[in-house]
């Protein structure tokens, strides 16, 4: 299993700021994703933050919009910039059990999630 | 790609048994998992079927057909705190990112 403490849990901020959204895992993990939910929606993929490398992006997510870092194996950030009322949302990372192994793992666990309001 | 199709809302009384179907389009995959998520929480991991069949965990069942690109979740002995959303979940086989489903909203009344 894995344990992981998101943060902030929630934050209003006025349009054309940025905020900077906190992941720690209790374990090592090679990948870690975020992802983000509209209420009463589904859950889309932002992007997977890999250590040591850029993160890879979905299609309609950008790095200038969305920067992730990934300094060491339990920790990542994502960023949301130049925030607009379109990015009021939540915002959940996500890791692979890391007791489970390989490339047929489906078993996520999440972060609390970090509701965003945009004003 | 990958695109999975569940129906938006169910509604079931107390004790009943509900059935949350997901109909998948994936080129290749690896299995279909479910996942609940209570309003205000995050998602948690219920079931994985890797195999066509029925897989029984509790009050829970997942069963999958590949050939008919189909699965759901069964839910029996109903409670009222399993009201929350459900979302099926698949992983293409040469993919590492796990897509869900519409997602399910599932009421259970008195």
């Known amino acids: 299993s894995a344990v992981i403490s998101q943060k902030p849990s929630r934050d209003i901020c006025q349009r054309g700021t940025s905020l900077t959204i906190q992941c720690q895992v209790d374990s090592q993990v090679t990948m870690m994703f975020w992802y983000r939910q509209q209420p009463g929606q589904s859950l889309t993929l932002i992007a997977t933050?890999?250590?040591?490398?850029?993160?890879?992006?979905e299609s309609g997510f950008v790095i200038d919009k969305f920067p992730i870092s990934r300094p060491n194996l339990t920790f990542s950030t994502l960023t949301v910039s130049n925030m607009s009322p379109e990015d009021s949302s939540i915002y959940l990372c996500?890791?692979?059990?890391?007791?489970?192994?390989?490339?047929?793992?489906?078993?996520?666990?999440f972060g609390s999630g970090t509701q965003l309001s945009v004003l | 790609g990958q695109s999975l199709e569940q129906p938006s809302e169910v509604t079931a009384v107390e004790g009943a048994i509900v059935q949350i179907n997901c109909t998948y389009q994936t080129s290749g995959f690896y299995g279909l998992s479910w996942y609940q998520q209570h309003d205000g929480g995050a998602p948690t991991f219920l079931s994985y079927n890797a195999l066509d069949g029925l897989e029984e965990t509790g009050r829970f069942s997942s069963f999958l057909s590949r050939s008919d690109s189909y699965g759901y979740l069964l839910l029996q002995e109903l409670q009222m705190k399993d009201s929350a959303s459900y979302f099926c979940?698949?992983?293409?086989?040469?993919?590492?990112?796990?897509?869900f489903g519409s997602g399910t909203r599932l009421l259970v009344r008195p």
């Open positions: 933050a890999n250590q040591g490398s850029e993160a890879t992006y």
């Open positions: 996500s890791v692979e059990d890391p007791d489970l192994g390989g490339r047929a793992n489906e078993k996520l666990f």
């Open positions: 979940a698949v992983k293409g086989r040469y993919s590492y990112k796990l897509i």
